[in-house]
């Protein structure tokens, strides 16, 4: 299976600025996702992120707050935008490649904490 | 709202038992998948079940499905303390846009002492 390098690992941020995550993959898959996570929680899908078309976001989640960017087949980035202390979360990237039976890869998160 | 509950949320045993946990869904599925998770690391996938299997074993673990009860079960075998993270079950479904996604299940916390 594919390997995700997912950076930043944590960051602890202002409130009202923005974070951007980026996610590597070290070959080309077709679907990316990027998934929150709180303590604990179980994981919740924010958007699916396809290269040369806008990402497909889940409801509750909104493109002005969460723009992704999917430039080609192994990156992407998720930026969270004019953050506040509800932000603060694990987010996760996720790779697959098509297929009805494929598994998916995950970076190892990005710990994110907003004062 | 989440696709799958898993139970029992959290799950104590002693190193060489038996671990079972159970998850739930409630639409059509492609296959269900369960995952691994290290301290709110990242996740590692573990086994596949497609729709149309019934049951499935890879070394320790042992999966089955039910569709009609839209249910599935994880049987981890004579644990070791390594096994101690959580466990998720995720469904894929199909999308509008022909893609397929993964829906995640509450989890299940297991703890195995020495």
């Known amino acids: 299976s594919a390997v995700i390098s997912q950076k930043p690992s944590r960051d602890i941020c202002q409130r009202g600025t923005s974070l951007t995550i980026q996610c590597q993959v070290d070959s080309q898959v077709t679907m990316m996702f990027w998934y929150r996570q709180q303590p604990g929680q179980s994981l919740t899908l924010i958007a699916t992120a396809n290269q040369g078309s806008e990402a497909t976001y889940e409801s509750g989640f909104v493109i002005d707050k969460f723009p992704i960017s999917r430039p080609n087949l192994t990156f992407s980035t998720l930026t969270v935008s004019n953050m506040s202390p509800e932000d603060s979360s694990i987010y996760l990237c996720?790779?697959?490649?098509?297929?009805?039976?494929?598994?998916?890869?995950f970076g190892q998160g990005t710990r994110l904490t907003v004062v | 709202s989440q696709q799958g509950e898993e139970d029992p949320q959290a799950l104590s045993i002693q190193e060489g038992e038996n671990a079972t946990m159970n998850c739930s869904y409630k639409t059509s599925i492609n296959n269900l998948q369960w995952y691994r998770q290290n301290s709110g690391r990242g996740l590692v996938h573990l086994i596949l079940?497609?729709?149309?299997?019934r049951e499935k074993h890879s070394g320790r673990l042992r999966v089955t499905l039910d569709t009609s009860k839209k249910s599935s079960s994880l049987l981890i075998t004579a644990s070791r303390a390594a096994d101690t993270a959580s466990y998720f079950c995720?469904?894929?479904?199909?999308?509008?846009?022909?893609?397929?996604?993964?829906?995640f299940g509450t989890g299940t916390r297991l703890l195995v002492s020495p």
């Open positions: 079940i497609r729709s149309n299997e």
């Open positions: 996720s790779g697959r490649t098509t297929g009805l039976s494929t598994e998916a890869f």
């Open positions: 995720a469904t894929d479904t199909s999308m509008n846009t022909g893609f397929q996604k993964l829906v």
